[in-house]
């Protein structure tokens, strides 16, 4: 151990070990470690509270930085790997791509855009589509030739991804009779109308097949687990307390621990 600090005071103002600069962009604590890939700068433990805790008035309570690693990496055995809190911002800011590869819980949007008629004053908010299964859907116009018939060609990998496909047909313009005169086969489908030269818009829905679906489908119904059991998800929705909340604990413990300005 370089330096070792400890303290017996349980006041936040007393610290095993404390840094100070008033320099600009100084560090008041800087770790550095090179050798090995567990190697620490800093290392922090807990047992109940916070291994590592971070706090300022304006810029980042903490801050991770990595050329072509992770900045940041969390990891728990049993608890959350990381958490978020704000009172009044976002939980959480993501500036570039995200991977999920587990199971996002109420990710249901709504998706946000400037909006067209007015961008510079406005958003345009949608919600997401919703399925009991894992549905893709596929859609589009046609004319029908001088047969009566036109020919939907899908992507290549249209029936090595979906099953159980379904039709819906409308026809624009004008009044005629429309029919899927073949199914899909081969990646592409046939429309035949009741006379030539018609308009017809289509659309296509398959379930997902593939390998990843076929391992985890998705559970529509499920109970919840013991300690969640008699709370809610929203609580207030329901006309009960935000006491019931499945994360009120959570939430308030996160509360108690932000720092007095």
Same mark, same amino acid.
């Given at each position: 151990i370089g330096v070792k600090g400890e303290t017996t005071s349980g006041d936040d103002a007393d610290a095993g070990v404390a840094g100070t600069t008033t320099a600009a962009n100084g560090t008041g604590v800087k770790g550095t470690a090179n050798n090995g890939f567990n190697a620490a700068g800093v290392h922090g433990e807990s047992t109940q509270g916070w291994g590592v805790f971070g706090s300022t008035t304006s +810029? @980042? +309570? &903490? /801050? %991770?930085? $990595?050329?072509? *690693? #992770? %900045?940041? /990496?969390?990891? @728990? *055995? @049993? %608890? !959350? $790997? &990381? $958490? +978020?809190?704000?009172?009044n911002g976002r939980a959480g800011y993501f500036n570039g791509d995200v991977q999920i590869t587990g199971t996002c819980i109420g990710c249901l949007g709504p998706s946000r855009i400037d909006h067209p008629l007015d961008p510079e004053n406005r958003y345009l908010q949608h919600a997401a589509v919703q399925s009991d299964e894992m549905m893709n859907i596929y859609n589009g116009n046609v004319v029908t030739d001088d047969n009566g018939e036109a020919v939907v060609t899908l992507p290549e990998w249209f029936e090595a991804l979906n099953r159980d496909f379904r039709y819906q047909l409308t026809v624009i313009g004008d009044f005629a009779q429309a029919v899927v005169s073949s199914k899909v086969k081969d990646n592409r489908f046939t429309i035949r109308t009741d006379r030539p030269g018609v308009e017809v818009s289509w659309q296509v829905t398959g379930t997902r097949k593939d390998a990843y679906a076929a391992a985890h489908p998705v559970? &529509? =119904? &499920? !109970?919840?687990? =013991? $300690? =969640? #059991? +008699?709370?809610y998800a929203h609580p207030v929705e329901h006309g009960r307390p935000e006491s019931q909340g499945v994360d009120y604990e959570e939430q308030q413990r996160m509360q108690t621990s932000l720092p007095t300005p």
């Open positions: +810029g @980042s +309570g &903490v /801050y %991770g930085f $990595a050329t072509t *690693g #992770r %900045g940041l /990496y969390g990891i @728990s *055995g @049993s %608890g !959350d $790997a &990381v $958490a +978020g809190f704000s009172p559970q &529509v =119904e &499920v !109970d919840k687990p =013991e $300690a =969640e #059991r +008699g709370k």
